[in-house]
């Protein structure tokens, strides 16, 4: 659906010359747009327009690497130049909370196939704008591709959930097989899901291992083409309780997670901010893309509480950037192997 990767100039961007909904604060953007102009050769990114700020009532805190640029039409050159000089990341550590990683989950396909989730659709996500927000990942493979449990578990669901709902409505996940898990996070349950499934290989109460065959990929229920929608759900097994699988699945060789939380300048999460991560080494490259969760229909995992997560990003030295209303805002993280590596993001929004 979405194209990665994809270069910042094709990014949307605020169009001051639409009369109607220019605003004060547009227009200073606007001038400060035309001055930034004038000094983005010689500058650094990190230019801050302290007018803009202190109207958004923002103080960033002193370890963020912040640079809000309003991207109009005319800044999107600077704003390009700029992106090719984005600072080197510094070795600063941000700091991680005191959580350890649960990737229980190994990967429901084999490497023959496609075994890697589909980051068009990421979990919490509208995938392309129009679709209904992910509470899982999928793994797009050709019907018939075998399904094995990520984790070793008991059956506690295998069928067709036009009979017994598993999803927002009946017919919703197809045939879908529901395995709670061996093992408990704080003493709380936690279930994994396959839906749309072409056909079942176990029935509720079997013991699954980890490998086993427990199904096929389908496209039953709603579903635009065969693929594995893979759901993980923490405390109760009911479609409100999801968690975002990328921080369950163990990370291929090489990579890592990194998680955080995009917060307004009280601390509160900020939904649906359009975040990019790029390489250090590739900063005007983005290699992936999503929203961070929409407030109210996904959780965060109970142990990190995140609002947004990319999973399986080469090691090394990275750029989150965030965008809202023309604004762009940058920080350096560094995606150690194996691990979850943890950011904060303030934003003035
Ligand atoms: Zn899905």
Redesign the pocket.
Known sequence: MVQWPHRLEDTTVLDLNEEPRRSPLRLLLGLFALGLMAIAGAAAFDLTPDPVRSRLGFTPPPTATLSPLAATAQAQAALAEASAELPEPTDTPTPTPPREDHYWLERPIAPSGTNWVDYS?SYGSRGDGSLRV?????FVNPAGTPIMASAAGTVVFAGDDGVEVSGARPNYYGLVVIVELERRLDDQPVYVLY?HMSEIAVAPGDRVDVGETIGYVGMTGIALGP?L?LEVRVGRNDFAATANPELWLKPFAGKGTVAGLIVSSDGSPVPEVDLEVRRAEQPNITVRALTSYPELEVRPDPAWGENFCFGDLDSGRWFLVATRSGYVMTMPFTVEVGRTNWVTMPVPW
């Open positions: 659709y992910h509470r899982g990942v999928e839906g693929h929608h």
